[in-house]
């Protein structure tokens, strides 16, 4: 599947929108990172995705993963190409330099990422739970627990996997069984069974790394309860080798609807040997440092749908001849004139277009966020980070298959036929809205938790900043009209939410919508204010302006419907949603 790498928009992003160099300058860690070597990273990166990533999209989908008695066999070339994503040390790019990691920003790695997600989701996985994990142990490891696991993790000589989820345990983690018995050496013993684990047996590493939470018997009931596990397939000798194969693995393969190139397995563990990663009972909170991380980049897998969809609708239109222009034969010579001729593809083409660029700046924008808070020690920077994490997830993602769905219904029929990507893009980006907490549960953690609890305090404030920024006049009143509605929404959420607790989780999903809009609206206008004087730049404008014009004007609709009271959606009794 051909897939050209975005680098010329994000070089315009950090450096004309966001002026990323600028902070760069004031961080000590990044002081040699000048705009031509992240130029120079984007550049490789986009080789990697586009030559050697790409290639192996189509081959991940059509042959799957294998399972054979317990053993799993990724499609043909994933190990290759695994190895050079490896090699070129982007598992750790922005890792911790003092275990081989480089010590890049996350500004830099979330479009470096979105390169990678786009190019092979399947594949990525695999990469992508690494440095998941890497992050996990970073934070919450011991020092001989980093210096064992961290520098094979970066390397990608080992990788990383989450194991959370079990058969009756998904969102609510709390009611989770598998168990974890103290040992008389210090470790624990497992037992338990996870089911979907991205990554949990595969060929592509020497050993897997599975982030495991379990309950230690006697420990408080519900999510209090929880505790974090490092459970190895093979468990390292004091010197790093591969020592005795663990008691655990793989039980079958899921068979999925996408992401076939990714092996999802069920994982029993059999009395396996584990090893406490950080304080007994707070197993979720060091999870969740690895779930935000994940977070993030599940919106970013949202975002390479939508951009690997609009660049091959975008192609095919260009050469799909159907039908005349309203106005009288464009092309005379031939049969008929591009479908580019016509209203209804470019609308589809252009909110394709409108949402992947925006999203890849709100991204970028929440990725300077974590800089900032984590090399700044910028407290307000790491709450911006914290309320917009569920939004770029589900977001990105709810407009990931929206886009691979417009891109398909571009391609008429041939949409809905294999050789052409669209259909397997539909197919891949769909996980991203369930996986990863569903983004219903997103919507929930900004309205329920991070709206509620300060009062939408911080939200409040951003919209401000927002409005303040020096934009172009042309869409300055847009931008402050877009910034007050959801200022109207948010306090009269906070204030009916205050008397109705269903309410917040009635409106959560529409009112996320409503941010990711606003975070969009406000990005293009930024765009569209620095955009140059050359083809590049007449894009954006055009892009912004049918933002502005067509897409934006669905907040109107959005406000409205939150204006509802939650009784529209809890008036019904439950015994009625059964069919009649
Ligand atoms: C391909 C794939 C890969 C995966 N990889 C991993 C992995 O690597 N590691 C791992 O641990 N897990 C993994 N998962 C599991 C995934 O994260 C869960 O499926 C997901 O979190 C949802 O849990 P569930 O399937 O049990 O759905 P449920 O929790 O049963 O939810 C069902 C529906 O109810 C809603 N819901 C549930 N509770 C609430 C609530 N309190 N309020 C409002 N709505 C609610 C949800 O939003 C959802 O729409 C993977 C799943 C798949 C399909």
């Known amino acids: 599947m051909d897939y050209q790498a975005q680098d010329k928009d994000a070089a315009f992003l950090l450096f004309d929108v966001f002026h990323a160099d600028e902070s760069w300058a004031q961080i000590e860690e990044f002081s040699d990172l000048t705009p031509d070597l992240a130029r120079a990273v984007l550049a490789e990166s986009g080789r990697v995705a586009s030559q050697v990533l790409a290639p192996l999209n189509e081959i991940g989908d059509t042959h799957g993963c ?24 982007w598992l750790g790019l922005s890792g ?32 992508t739970l690494t440095v998941g994990a890497c992050l996990c142990l970073d934070a919450h490891g011991s020092a001989e627990q980093k210096k064992t696991y961290l520098e094979k993790l970066y390397s990608g000589e080992w990788t990383g996997a989450m194991a959370l989820t079990e058969a009756h345990s998904g969102t609510d983690l709390g009611i989770m069984r598998t168990k974890a018995e103290p040992q008389a050496d210090g470790s624990y013993s497992i037992t338990g069974t996870k089911i979907f684990i991205t990554g949990g047996e595969h060929d592509l590493a020497d050993n897997i790394v599975h982030l495991t939470l ?59 040997k584990g090893f406490l990663l950080g304080e007994e009972h707070q197993g979720l909170a060091g999870m969740f440092t690895m779930m935000n991380y994940e977070r993030l980049s599940v919106g970013l897998q949202g975002l390479g749908s939508a951009d690997l969809a ?32 016509h209203p209804d593809v470019r609308r589809m083409l252009l909110t394709q277009r409108a949402y992947a660029e925006g999203c890849r700046a709100f991204a970028l924008y929440v990725g300077m966020q974590l800089d900032e808070a984590k090399y700044n020690n910028n407290e307000r920077a790491g709450r911006i980070s914290e309320l917009l994490t569920p939004v770029v997830k589900a ?7 929206d886009g691979a769905v417009m891109g398909q219904q571009v391609l008429g029929g041939h949409g809905f036929i294999k050789e052409w990507g669209l259909e397997q ?64 929404s948010t306090q009269s959420i906070v204030a009916r939410g205050k008397n109705d607790p269903h309410l917040p989780g009635a409106v959560s999903v529409d009112y996320l919508d409503m941010v990711g809009m606003t975070m969009c609206a406000w990005v293009w206008a930024l765009m569209a204010s620095r955009a140059p004087d050359d083809d590049f730049g007449v894009a954006k404008k055009a892009t912004a ?12 609709g959005l406000e409205r419907s939150i204006e509802a009271e939650a009784d529209a959606v809890m008036e019904m009794p439950q015994a009625l949603f059964s069919p009649a």
């Open 66 to 89: 294998e399972w054979n008695d317990g053993e799993v066999t990724t499609p043909p070339g994933f190990k290759e190409g695994f190895s050079e994503l490896t090699q070129g040390g």
């Open 425 to 488: 893009i539909v197919r891949d980006a769909r996980i991203g809205q369930i996986y990863e907490g569903a983004n219903g549960i997103q919507a929930l953690d900004l309205v329920g938790r991070k709206i509620m609890r300060d009062g939408g305090g911080l939200m409040l404030e951003l919209l401000e900043d927002m409005k303040a920024t020096d934009v172009d006049e042309a869409y300055k009143g847009e931008l402050i009209e877009a910034c007050d509605r959801l200022a109207r």
């Open 545 to 556: 302006r049918y933002f502005f014009d067509r897409l934006l004007p669905k907040t109107l």
């Open 395 to 401: 977001f990105l993602t709810d407009k990931g298959l």
């Open 310 to 341: 609009y660049q091959l609708s975008a192609r095919y239109a260009r050469d799909r001849i159907q039908g005349r222009s309203v106005t009288g034969p464009q092309n005379p010579d031939a049969a008929a004139d591009s479908i580019l001729v």
């Open 96 to 127: 911790n330099p003092a275990f081989g990691g480089q010590g890049m920003p996350k500004s830099l790695g979330c479009l470096v990422e979105e390169m990678f997600w786009a190019a092979n989701s399947s594949l990525y996985l695999y990469g």
């Open 214 to 272: 379990a309950r230690i018997p006697d420990g408080p009931a519900g999510s209090k309860g929880i505790s974090l596990f490092i459970v190895p397939k093979y468990l390292p000798n004091a010197d790093g080798s591969l020592g005795e194969r663990n008691t655990m693995g793989s039980g079958s393969l899921e068979h999925k609807m996408g992401i076939r190139g990714s092996a999802t397995s069920v994982i029993n563990y059999d009395g396996a």
